[in-house]
C-alpha cells in the first residue's frame, strides 16, 4: 500500500503571499541597515570629507551591517515563535540579505581599498571582480537557501532535522568583514590615528580581498555550519549558564569593536573543524548535486 503524499503546506497563492506584520518589520529594518550603510559608504567616499569625517562613516557602516545581522537574527524567530512564516516572508528575507550582506561589504571593501585618483587599473578591475564576486556568491547562496528550505519540496524536512546551514550564512559572511574594519578601528584609536582608518585600511587590501574570496567559497561549499535556531523562547538553562551568558554578554558589550571580530571569526572557525573532523562524508553533502544536464 503506497503512503498517501503529503498535504500542501499552502492551500492558495494568496495564502504563501501573506505580509505578516511584526516579522516583516524586522525584515524591513535589516534592509533599512544595509542601504544606510551603503549610502555612509557612497559619502565617505565621493563627498570629498577630510580623513577623520570618512573614517566615522565607514566606522557607522559596519555598525549598520552589524545592526541588520540582529535583524536578521529576529525575524525567522519571531515568525517560527508566532507560527506566522510563508513564502513571501522568505523571499523578502533573501532580497533584504542581498542589499545588507551582499552589496554593502562589496561596496565598503572597494571603497576602501580604490583611490579615485590613483591610476593603477588592475588595483581597480581586480577589486572590482573579487567584490563582484562575493557578491554573486551571496546571491547564490540564498537562492539555494530558499531551495532546501522550501515546504512544498519532498525531502526537505530531512535537510532541515539537523539544524545545520549548508554553506556559510550570508550574515556571517559580512559579519567577518564588518568586523575586521571595526577591530582596526579600535586598534587605530588606541594608538590615536583613528581619522587615518581609510588610509591605514588600504594597505590591508592584502587581508581584505583575499578574506573576501574564501568566504564566498564558503558560503557556496557544502560545509555545514551549525544553526542557532534551537534556542529559542523556550530554551532552558541552569543558574550557572544564566549567569555566565549575561557575564559573557557584558563582556562582548564593553569589548564591542573587538569581540564581533572574535564571534564571526570563531563561528566560521568552529564551523570547518566541525566539518573536517566531526561529521561523515554523507552528513556533510546534504545539498543536491548541480545538475548539467537541460531537460
Not at 16 to 39: D, E, R, S
Not at 62 to 69: E, Y
Not at 112 to 138: D, G, H, M, R
Request: glycine share 6%.
Amino acid at each position: 500500500m503506497s503512503t498517501p503524499p503529503e498535504p500542501r503546506r499552502y492551500q492558495s497563492a494568496e495564502e504563501a503571499a501573506h505580509i505578516y506584520l511584526l516579522p516583516n518589520l524586522f525584515t524591513a529594518g535589516n534592509m533599512l541597515c544595509g542601504f544606510l550603510a551603503i549610502k555612509n559608504c557612497i559619502e565617505a567616499h565621493f563627498t570629498g570629507l577630510d580623513v577623520s569625517a570618512r573614517s566615522d562613516h565607514y566606522i557607522m557602516a559596519v555598525w549598520f551591517i552589524i545592526f541588520a545581522c540582529i535583524c536578521d537574527m529576529f525575524d525567522g524567530r519571531i515568525a517560527r515563535a508566532t507560527h506566522r512564516e510563508s513564502l513571501f516572508g522568505a523571499e523578502f528575507d533573501s532580497m533584504a540579505d542581498t542589499v545588507s550582506f551582499g552589496v554593502a561589504p562589496a561596496l565598503m571593501v572597494c571603497f576602501l581599498i580604490i583611490n579615485p585618483n590613483q591610476n593603477e587599473e588592475y588595483i581597480k578591475l581586480s577589486t572590482w571582480l573579487l567584490a563582484f564576486i562575493y557578491l554573486l556568491c551571496v546571491g547564490v547562496r540564498l537562492a539555494r537557501f530558499n531551495v532546501l528550505t522550501n515546504p512544498l519540496i519532498p525531502g526537505n524536512e530531512k535537510r532541515s532535522a539537523g539544524g545545520d546551514f549548508v554553506g556559510l550564512p550570508s550574515p556571517a559572511a559580512a559579519g567577518l568583514i564588518a568586523s575586521i574594519v571595526l577591530a582596526l578601528s579600535k586598534v587605530l584609536y588606541i594608538s590615536n590615528q583613528n581619522d587615518r582608518l581609510d588610509l591605514v585600511l588600504k594597505s590591508w587590501s592584502w587581508v581584505l580581498l583575499p578574506l573576501m574570496l574564501i568566504v564566498s567559497y564558503l558560503m557556496i561549499s557544502n560545509v555545514r555550519f551549525p544553526s542557532l535556531k534551537m534556542i529559542n523562547w523556550n530554551t532552558r538553562t541552569k543558574s550557572k549558564g544564566f549567569v555566565l551568558i549575561i557575564l559573557v554578554g557584558a563582556g562582548l558589550f564593553l569589548f564591542r569593536e573587538l569581540s564581533m571580530l572574535v564571534v564571526f571569526l570563531g563561528y566560521i572557525t568552529w564551523g570547518v573543524i566541525r566539518h573536517l573532523f566531526y561529521l561523515k562524508k554523507e552528513e556533510t553533502d546534504p545539498a543536491p548535486e548541480d545538475d548539467e544536464s537541460v531537460s
